[in-house]
Nanobody
Framework: VQLQASGGGSVQAGGSLRLSCAVS????????IAWFRQAPGKGREVVSC????????YYADSVKGRFSISRDNAKKEGYLYLDNVEPGDTAVYYC?????????WGQGTLVTVSS
């Protein structure tokens, strides 16, 4: 199973980015997609997650109203839309696949927000 995260980059405060997570090698669509981030010098924290069917979503308080999560099961991809970003959003963002037996991590993608 592989998760390929992409879409990171440098953006000014108030700008937008779309992160993508492409899943390969997992035989079904029955898994949760989660996004975590790790800022310099800090621990990894959950940002958002979405249920297998896409009907249930969770957002950390720090990103509510600014970030949006979605998924396309036909493409086996997950997305995290970052709007109105702030310097505090600077971090390496990781996508994570969770299923009944465990989880898989993708490599991170760096988001840098300048003021």
């Amino acid at each position: 199973v592989q998760l390929q995260a992409s879409g990171g980059g440098s953006v000014q405060a108030g700008g937008s980015l779309r992160l993508s997570c492409a899943v390969s090698g997992f035989k079904t669509d029955y898994f949760v997609i989660a996004w975590f981030r790790q800022a310099p010098g800090k621990g990894r924290e959950v940002v958002s997650c979405i249920s297998a069917e896409g009907g249930r979503k969770y957002y950390a308080d720090s990103v509510k109203g600014r970030f949006s999560i979605s998924r396309d099961n036909a493409k086996k991809e997950g997305y995290l839309y970052l709007d109105n970003v702030e310097p505090g959003d600077t971090a390496v963002y990781y996508c994570n696949l969770q299923y009944w037996g465990g989880s898989y991590w993708g490599q991170g993608t760096l988001v840098t927000v300048s003021s």
